[in-house]
């Protein structure tokens, strides 16, 4: 097992961990694992339960039980940047970052990308990571950042809009400065972008972005996740 590198982090600024939960009963509890065992401790879990009408209120309740970082917040569905935002508005972090609650993370991923946001002094960390095509198939695909020093926001852009920066937020750490000194909200109502639009935010107000190649989250594509079934509904309206 690779070593941990907390003992290098001079500085251990807390890290908000914002997770929107839907209907994801089958898939919760790995995530919510993964989250408390991170090796980087200084967190704050704040989980929106959007509305689910499965069991995921109760699973929520039991580890809310089991650590006192998870703050929890129950709304009425409103969709996927719905949740987001009312978690950035809970927020008191130095950072953020997003995690899909059907999606699981590695150990040490917030630990390296505190590190690397702390060494460069950037405004948001960009990491690499592995997805499945669903729980059932061990084949993956991995993709890492495709540069490889610290850029500014408006190439950060460019990269994004020729593909070579996904627009994703669970690979990012972002911090939450971007958020409150530039009013920024995720725009809501346009579900089949919704990740883009809020890095076209971001990207557009952050002056350094970093590369981290490590990969930090194990998402899993499927017809139960909480962005295919928001895209899903877009489809209908």
Request: include cysteine; charge should be negative; aromatic fraction near 6%.
């Given at each position: 097992?690779?070593q941990s590198?907390?003992?290098?982090i001079?500085?251990?600024?807390l890290v ?6 839907y209907?994801v ?9 993964s989250?408390?065992n991170?090796?980087y401790q ?15 209120p ?30 950035v ?5 130095k950072y ?6 059907d999606d699981y993370?590695?150990?040490l991923s ?8 702390i060494k ?9 990571y592995?997805t ?5 198939k061990?084949?993956?695909f ?8 610290t850029?500014?926001?408006e ?12 627009g ?10 971007l958020?409150?000194?530039n009013a ?14 809020l890095?076209f935010q971001?990207f557009?107000?952050?002056?350094t ?6 990969k930090?989250i ?5 017809s ?10 877009d489809?209908?309206?």
């Open positions: 097992m690779e590198i907390s003992n290098n001079q500085e251990e600024p908000s961990i914002i997770i929107p939960v209907n009963e089958q898939y919760l509890a790995r995530c919510l694992d989250i408390i991170q090796t200084k967190t704050e879990i704040i989980v929106v339960n959007d509305g689910s009408t499965d069991s995921c109760d699973i929520i309740q039991e580890y809310e039980k089991k650590s006192n970082k998870i703050k929890v917040l129950n709304k009425p569905n409103g969709g996927l940047e719905s949740a987001r935002n009312a978690g508005k809970l927020s008191t972090g953020i970052w997003h995690v899909d609650s993370t590695d150990i917030l630990e390296k990308m505190v590190a690397r946001a460069n002094d950037c405004d948001i960390v960009i990491s690499g592995k499945f095509p669903d729980d059932s061990p084949d993956y991995c993709s890492l950042p495709k540069f490889n020093e850029i500014s926001g190439k950060a852009l460019c990269l994004m809009l020729c593909t070579r920066v996904g994703d937020v669970w690979t990012k750490l972002y911090k939450r400065s958020y409150t000194q920024i909200v995720q725009k809501e109502g346009h579900l089949s972008c919704e990740d883009y639009l890095n971001l557009s107000v952050a002056k972005i970093s590369p981290l190649n490590y930090t194990n998402h899993i594509h499927q139960g996740s909480i962005s295919f079934q928001t895209k899903e509904k489809t209908l309206l």
